[in-house]
């Protein structure tokens, strides 16, 4: 599985960008895709989940401003991502996982396929 997303860009606050993940698979709808993000100096941390049956989970931070979403027919998956603010700053990552097990889907570890990153920066 190979995994690329792509989207980000320079942004002022208060605006919107919705970042995108190509996967390479035969069975895309089989996978629960996570969206991962990582600050200068910091870890890599959860922003969002989407499963198989498109039920949605948010790190509180991005809760009501990020909304994930998917299409397995074109073997996509979606971050749309308003209100931004300068605190989103950073390196956007999709990730897959086949794991059953809900509690692991934020998990950076359950995650056996990654995406290249795409910078996202928003400007106060």
């Known amino acids: 599985v190979q995994l690329q997303a792509s989207g980000g860009g320079l942004v002022q606050a208060g605006e919107s960008l919705t970042l995108s993940c190509a996967a390479s698979?035969?069975?895309?709808?089989?996978?629960?895709v996570a969206w991962f993000r990582q600050a200068p100096g910091r870890d890599r941390e959860f922003v969002a989940w989407?499963?198989?049956?498109?039920?949605?989970s948010y790190d509180d931070s991005v809760k009501g401003r990020f909304t994930a979403s998917r299409d397995n027919a074109k073997n996509m998956a979606y971050l749309q991502m308003t209100r931004l603010k300068p605190d989103d700053t950073a390196v956007y990552y999709c990730?897959?996982?086949?794991?059953?097990?809900?509690?692991?889907?934020?998990?950076?570890?359950?995650?056996?396929?990654w995406g290249q990153g795409t910078l996202v920066t928003v400007s106060s």
């Open positions: 990730a897959a996982t086949q794991t059953a097990i809900l509690s692991e889907y934020a998990s950076r570890s359950a995650c056996q396929y």
């Open positions: 698979v035969g069975t895309f709808s089989r996978y629960v």
């Open positions: 989407i499963s198989r049956s498109f039920r949605t």
